[in-house]
Protein backbone atom coordinates (compact mmCIF):
# COMPACT_ATOMS: atom_id res chain seq x y z
CA UNK A 1 0.00 0.00 0.00
CA UNK A 2 0.98 3.36 -0.87
CA UNK A 3 0.44 6.85 1.07
CA UNK A 4 0.16 9.28 -1.28
CA UNK A 5 -1.39 11.91 1.38
CA UNK A 6 -3.35 11.45 4.41
CA UNK A 7 -6.55 10.84 2.67
CA UNK A 8 -4.75 9.29 -0.67
CA UNK A 9 -3.83 5.57 -0.60
CA UNK A 10 -3.26 3.15 -4.12
CA UNK A 11 -2.68 -0.77 -3.11
CA UNK A 12 -1.99 -4.29 -4.84
CA UNK A 13 -3.66 -7.22 -4.91
CA UNK A 14 -2.49 -10.19 -5.99
CA UNK A 15 -4.45 -11.35 -9.19
CA UNK A 16 -6.47 -14.68 -9.52
CA UNK A 17 -5.54 -16.45 -12.42
CA UNK A 18 -8.46 -16.37 -14.02
CA UNK A 19 -10.04 -12.62 -13.65
CA UNK A 20 -9.93 -10.99 -17.17
CA UNK A 21 -10.77 -6.90 -17.72
CA UNK A 22 -10.25 -4.43 -19.98
CA UNK A 23 -8.85 -1.34 -19.34
CA UNK A 24 -11.10 1.02 -17.67
CA UNK A 25 -13.52 -1.25 -16.45
CA UNK A 26 -13.85 -1.69 -12.48
CA UNK A 27 -13.72 -4.69 -9.80
CA UNK A 28 -16.49 -4.90 -6.80
CA UNK A 29 -13.59 -5.27 -3.70
CA UNK A 30 -15.35 -6.45 -0.36
CA UNK A 31 -14.33 -6.56 3.52
CA UNK A 32 -15.60 -8.23 5.92
CA UNK A 33 -17.27 -6.06 8.85
CA UNK A 34 -16.80 -6.92 12.59
CA UNK A 35 -20.31 -8.09 13.62
CA UNK A 36 -20.70 -10.00 10.37
CA UNK A 37 -21.94 -9.61 6.81
CA UNK A 38 -19.54 -7.58 4.09
CA UNK A 39 -19.30 -4.12 2.74
CA UNK A 40 -18.79 -4.09 -1.25
CA UNK A 41 -16.87 -0.79 -2.96
CA UNK A 42 -16.21 -0.57 -7.01
CA UNK A 43 -12.56 0.63 -8.02
CA UNK A 44 -11.66 1.27 -11.05
CA UNK A 45 -7.89 -0.48 -12.20
CA UNK A 46 -4.86 1.26 -12.76
CA UNK A 47 -2.94 -1.79 -13.29
CA UNK A 48 -2.36 -2.96 -17.17
CA UNK A 49 -4.07 -5.89 -18.04
CA UNK A 50 -1.79 -7.94 -18.36
CA UNK A 51 0.08 -7.48 -15.07
CA UNK A 52 0.20 -10.20 -12.60
CA UNK A 53 -1.19 -7.76 -9.65
CA UNK A 54 -4.33 -5.44 -9.57
CA UNK A 55 -3.63 -2.07 -8.63
CA UNK A 56 -6.15 0.48 -7.50
CA UNK A 57 -6.25 4.50 -6.07
CA UNK A 58 -8.49 5.38 -3.31
CA UNK A 59 -9.65 8.23 -1.05
CA UNK A 60 -9.62 7.55 2.80
CA UNK A 61 -13.09 8.72 4.32
CA UNK A 62 -12.27 8.62 8.05
CA UNK A 63 -15.73 7.52 8.72
CA UNK A 64 -16.01 5.04 5.58
CA UNK A 65 -17.47 1.84 6.46
CA UNK A 66 -15.24 0.40 3.75
CA UNK A 67 -12.13 2.64 2.86
CA UNK A 68 -11.14 3.30 6.85
CA UNK A 69 -10.65 -0.75 7.15
CA UNK A 70 -8.65 -0.75 3.92
CA UNK A 71 -6.31 1.71 4.76
CA UNK A 72 -6.12 -0.11 8.05
CA UNK A 73 -4.74 -3.27 5.86
CA UNK A 74 -0.89 -4.38 6.42
CA UNK A 75 0.90 -6.41 3.63
CA UNK A 76 -0.67 -9.55 3.34
CA UNK A 77 -3.97 -8.72 4.47
CA UNK A 78 -7.20 -10.34 2.56
CA UNK A 79 -9.49 -8.17 0.49
CA UNK A 80 -12.68 -10.12 -1.17
CA UNK A 81 -12.64 -9.67 -5.08
CA UNK A 82 -15.86 -10.32 -7.57
CA UNK A 83 -15.17 -12.68 -10.36
CA UNK A 84 -16.02 -10.45 -13.06
CA UNK A 85 -15.08 -7.26 -13.85
CA UNK A 86 -17.45 -4.55 -14.97
CA UNK A 87 -18.18 -1.17 -16.62
CA UNK A 88 -17.92 0.16 -20.02
CA UNK A 89 -15.50 2.79 -20.02
CA UNK A 90 -13.37 2.04 -22.82
CA UNK A 91 -11.27 4.10 -25.42
CA UNK A 92 -12.14 1.18 -27.99
CA UNK A 93 -15.73 2.82 -27.50
CA UNK A 94 -14.31 6.26 -29.13
CA UNK A 95 -14.35 6.05 -33.11
CA UNK A 96 -11.13 7.06 -34.83
CA UNK A 97 -9.66 10.51 -34.29
CA UNK A 98 -6.76 12.64 -34.15
CA UNK A 99 -6.92 13.64 -30.06
CA UNK A 100 -7.41 11.86 -27.50
CA UNK A 101 -8.67 13.88 -24.51
CA UNK A 102 -8.35 12.10 -20.95
CA UNK A 103 -10.29 13.93 -18.43
CA UNK A 104 -10.10 13.58 -14.64
CA UNK A 105 -10.84 14.70 -11.37
CA UNK A 106 -9.42 13.25 -7.88
CA UNK A 107 -8.92 9.29 -8.06
CA UNK A 108 -11.05 9.53 -11.46
CA UNK A 109 -7.37 9.32 -13.16
CA UNK A 110 -7.36 5.89 -11.99
CA UNK A 111 -8.85 4.16 -15.18
CA UNK A 112 -6.33 6.46 -17.40
CA UNK A 113 -3.43 4.39 -15.92
CA UNK A 114 -4.54 1.35 -16.94
CA UNK A 115 -5.76 2.41 -20.26
CA UNK A 116 -2.50 4.01 -21.23
CA UNK A 117 -0.52 0.68 -20.51
CA UNK A 118 -2.69 -0.74 -23.81
CA UNK A 119 -0.99 -0.03 -27.13
CA UNK A 120 -3.62 0.22 -29.06
CA UNK A 121 -4.13 3.54 -27.93
CA UNK A 122 -1.03 4.69 -28.51
CA UNK A 123 -1.54 3.74 -32.29
CA UNK A 124 -4.77 5.04 -32.80
CA UNK A 125 -3.98 8.97 -31.77
CA UNK A 126 -1.77 10.93 -32.76
CA UNK A 127 -1.93 13.25 -30.01
CA UNK A 128 -2.93 11.68 -26.03
CA UNK A 129 -4.08 14.45 -23.37
CA UNK A 130 -4.43 13.78 -19.77
CA UNK A 131 -5.80 16.97 -17.91
CA UNK A 132 -5.69 15.93 -13.72
CA UNK A 133 -7.45 18.00 -11.64
CA UNK A 134 -7.27 18.32 -8.30
CA UNK A 135 -7.56 21.13 -5.11
CA UNK A 136 -4.07 21.03 -3.94
CA UNK A 137 -0.74 20.07 -5.30
CA UNK A 138 -0.31 17.67 -3.05
CA UNK A 139 -3.15 15.26 -4.37
CA UNK A 140 -1.35 15.06 -8.04
CA UNK A 141 -0.47 11.36 -7.42
CA UNK A 142 1.31 9.21 -10.01
CA UNK A 143 3.31 11.71 -11.94
CA UNK A 144 6.63 9.73 -12.11
CA UNK A 145 4.34 7.04 -13.25
CA UNK A 146 2.83 8.99 -16.12
CA UNK A 147 6.18 10.43 -17.11
CA UNK A 148 7.27 6.69 -17.44
CA UNK A 149 4.62 5.76 -19.84
CA UNK A 150 6.38 7.97 -22.29
CA UNK A 151 9.26 5.41 -22.64
CA UNK A 152 7.71 2.01 -22.44
CA UNK A 153 8.79 -0.18 -24.36
CA UNK A 154 5.53 -1.50 -25.83
CA UNK A 155 4.48 1.57 -27.80
CA UNK A 156 8.18 2.79 -28.06
CA UNK A 157 8.52 5.86 -30.43
CA UNK A 158 4.53 6.78 -29.61
CA UNK A 159 5.73 7.74 -26.07
CA UNK A 160 6.11 11.34 -27.54
CA UNK A 161 2.46 11.68 -27.81
CA UNK A 162 1.69 11.95 -24.39
CA UNK A 163 0.84 15.28 -22.77
CA UNK A 164 0.22 15.74 -19.20
CA UNK A 165 -2.02 18.98 -17.73
CA UNK A 166 -2.09 18.63 -13.64
CA UNK A 167 -4.68 21.46 -12.78
CA UNK A 168 -5.37 22.68 -9.14
CA UNK A 169 -8.00 24.59 -8.17
CA UNK A 170 -6.60 25.92 -4.77
CA UNK A 171 -3.76 27.69 -4.15
CA UNK A 172 -1.99 26.53 -8.01
CA UNK A 173 1.77 26.50 -8.25
CA UNK A 174 2.87 29.66 -10.70
CA UNK A 175 2.06 28.90 -14.12
CA UNK A 176 -0.08 26.21 -13.74
CA UNK A 177 -3.87 25.57 -14.76
CA UNK A 178 -6.38 26.68 -11.56
CA UNK A 179 -9.90 26.38 -12.84
CA UNK A 180 -12.04 23.86 -13.10
CA UNK A 181 -12.06 21.65 -16.25
CA UNK A 182 -15.39 22.75 -17.73
CA UNK A 183 -14.20 26.45 -17.32
CA UNK A 184 -10.81 25.28 -19.15
CA UNK A 185 -12.87 24.24 -22.09
CA UNK A 186 -15.23 27.18 -22.11
CA UNK A 187 -12.39 29.63 -22.25
CA UNK A 188 -10.62 27.75 -24.52
CA UNK A 189 -7.62 27.99 -21.96
CA UNK A 190 -7.09 23.68 -21.82
CA UNK A 191 -6.84 23.53 -25.59
CA UNK A 192 -4.47 26.76 -25.70
CA UNK A 193 -2.43 25.18 -23.02
CA UNK A 194 -2.12 21.73 -25.01
CA UNK A 195 -1.33 23.51 -27.86
CA UNK A 196 -4.25 21.89 -29.86
CA UNK A 197 -7.30 22.96 -32.22
CA UNK A 198 -10.79 21.23 -31.00
CA UNK A 199 -12.90 20.10 -33.24
CA UNK A 200 -16.05 17.22 -33.46
CA UNK A 201 -13.83 16.00 -36.21
CA UNK A 202 -10.70 15.88 -34.83
CA UNK A 203 -11.39 15.38 -30.85
CA UNK A 204 -12.61 12.16 -28.76
CA UNK A 205 -13.15 13.09 -25.03
CA UNK A 206 -12.87 10.22 -21.93
CA UNK A 207 -14.33 11.90 -18.56
CA UNK A 208 -14.28 10.75 -15.19
CA UNK A 209 -14.16 12.02 -12.32
CA UNK A 210 -16.61 13.40 -9.48
CA UNK A 211 -19.96 13.46 -10.57
CA UNK A 212 -20.24 17.16 -10.91
CA UNK A 213 -17.42 17.64 -13.17
CA UNK A 214 -18.82 15.15 -15.41
CA UNK A 215 -22.18 16.36 -15.44
CA UNK A 216 -20.46 19.93 -15.91
CA UNK A 217 -18.05 18.66 -18.48
CA UNK A 218 -20.65 16.60 -20.60
CA UNK A 219 -22.87 20.05 -20.68
CA UNK A 220 -20.06 21.95 -21.93
CA UNK A 221 -18.81 19.89 -24.29
CA UNK A 222 -22.14 19.54 -25.90
CA UNK A 223 -22.52 23.37 -25.93
CA UNK A 224 -19.29 23.11 -28.42
CA UNK A 225 -20.99 20.64 -30.63
CA UNK A 226 -19.77 16.98 -29.15
CA UNK A 227 -22.55 14.45 -28.61
CA UNK A 228 -22.17 11.07 -26.14
CA UNK A 229 -20.96 7.94 -27.88
CA UNK A 230 -23.98 5.12 -28.17
CA UNK A 231 -24.05 2.03 -28.59
CA UNK A 232 -25.39 2.05 -32.21
CA UNK A 233 -24.15 5.43 -32.73
CA UNK A 234 -20.48 6.37 -32.10
CA UNK A 235 -19.81 9.85 -31.02
CA UNK A 236 -17.28 11.72 -29.04
CA UNK A 237 -17.69 11.52 -25.11
CA UNK A 238 -17.49 8.16 -23.05
CA UNK A 239 -17.83 9.22 -19.57
CA UNK A 240 -18.14 7.63 -15.90
CA UNK A 241 -18.39 8.57 -12.52
CA UNK A 242 -15.81 8.36 -10.17
CA UNK A 243 -17.80 7.35 -7.15
Not at 121 to 126: D, I, L, M, N, T
Request: charged content about 25%.
Amino acid sequence: MKRWTDKLISFRLTRPAGFRFSPGQFARLGLPLEHGGQVWRAYSMCSAAYDEHLEFYSIVVAEGQFSSRLARLQPGGQVMLDKRAMGFFEADRLPDGRDLWLLATGTGIAPYLSILKQPEVWHRFERIVLAHCVREAAELSFQDEIAELRDHPLWGEHGGKLQYLPVVTRNAPEGMLDQRIPALLASGELAARAGLDMSPEHSRFMLCGNPKMVEDTHRQLMKMGYRMTRQNAPGHIVLENGW
